[in-house]
C-alpha cells in the first residue's frame, strides 16, 4: 500500500510538472506569434507628450507639428524636438500635398486620439513660403500673405508683417 501511495504522489507531481512547463510554453509561443505592428504598438511612446495642444488627457484629436523625415505605406517619421517618432498611419490617412513635396519641410500631422494614428498631414504656413511670403489658408479655401521676407544675416532674419518689420535672432540650427 506504502508502494502504491509513493507512486501515486510521484505521478501526481510529474503531471503537475508536465502541465506547469507546457503552460510556460504556450505562453512564449504566443510572444513569438505576435506581429511586428503589435511589437511596436507596445513599445511606442505616448504621442500626446509631444503635442502642443493643451488637452493631452483627453481622447480627443491632437496635433503633432514637426519635420516630416520620412513615410511609408504604414506609417510617418517625424522629427520632433530632435527625436525622430513614427506615428502609424490610419486607413483613412490623407494628404492634400504630394508625400516628395512634404519630406524635409515643417507639417501638421493630426492624430486619431484613442488609436494614435495619423490621420491627415499638412504643410505648416512657414513651409508654404515662396518669394511672395508666407501663406495662411482660409477656412475657404482661399489663401492671403501674412509675412514677408525682407532680409537675412548671419544672426538675424527680418521680415515684414501688418504690423511692421520684425526682426528675429536665428537658432543655431536654423
Known sequence: ????????????????????GCGTGAAEKNNGNQSP?????????DLKTYSLDKNIRSEEDFDLIGKYVHAEDDQI?????????????????????????????LVKVEVDGKTQE?????LMPQSKADQNGVYEEEKDGSRKIIATF??????????????????????SRF
Open 37 to 45: 505592428a503589435d511589437t511596436a504598438k507596445q513599445k511606442a511612446p
Open 1 to 20: 500500500m506504502a508502494y502504491l501511495k509513493k507512486a501515486l504522489v510521484f505521478s501526481v507531481l510529474s503531471l503537475a510538472i508536465v502541465l506547469a
Open 118 to 122: 495619423a490621420e491627415e498631414a499638412e
Open 150 to 171: 525682407v532680409s537675412e544675416s548671419e544672426q538675424n532674419i527680418t521680415i515684414k508683417t501688418k504690423a511692421g518689420e520684425k526682426t528675429y535672432q536665428k537658432t
Open 77 to 105: 517619421t517625424l522629427e520632433i524636438k530632435d527625436k525622430e517618432l513614427i506615428v502609424p498611419k490610419s486607413s483613412r490617412f490623407h494628404s492634400e500635398e504630394d508625400h516628395d513635396d512634404l519630406i524635409g519641410k
